[in-house]
């Protein structure tokens, strides 16, 4: 390629192409979140129900403290996994990704905020059911974090 030819226009540069993701459908995020509930919340619950505060009804009168025993593990753990592998146990089980929305592994600060919104979503079922409703069929969490679950192939 010479300079005149691409001075004078008949030489243009190649377009970059867009990236588009394949978001991963719906159901198989909720079944990966029921594998990632059973592996990493229950164990996590059942170690301060019985071994930290004593019983359940201890649980009970301290409901508030123990949640923040649960919680605070189960932040670390999961932020780790998608940190470094970009996938939990359940997001791996069914063969999900987490990229940020150029494709890449998300930052740490996209993690914890998808962590804290996602919390917040559960707890207030509109921002959950949202999902069903966008275009791209993606949550709150994943809206607001920059985050998108896609559909990958080991």
């Known amino acids: 390629m010479r300079w005149r030819d691409t001075k004078k226009g008949k030489f243009k540069q190649k377009e970059k192409k867009e990236y588009t993701p394949n978001i991963s459908p719906v159901i198989n995020r909720i079944k990966a979140f029921l594998t990632d509930s059973f592996m990493i919340f229950m164990p996590i619950t059942y170690v301060v129900f019985y071994l930290v505060i004593g019983s359940r ?26 940190f470094f592998r970009a996938q939990t146990p359940g997001y791996k089980a069914y063969d999900i990704k987490l990229t940020d929305d150029k494709g890449n592994k998300p930052s740490v600060f996209s993690l914890i905020a998808r962590y804290i919104i996602f919390t917040i979503s559960i707890i207030i079922p509109p921002f959950f059911l949202i999902m069903f409703f966008t275009k791209e069929k993606l949550g709150v969490h994943d809206i607001l974090s920059g985050t998108i679950p896609q559909n990958y192939k080991a």
């Open 57 to 82: 009804e201890e649980f009970r009168d301290h409901m508030l403290l123990g949640w923040v025993y649960i919680m605070i593990p189960h932040f670390f753990i999961t932020t780790a996994f998608l």
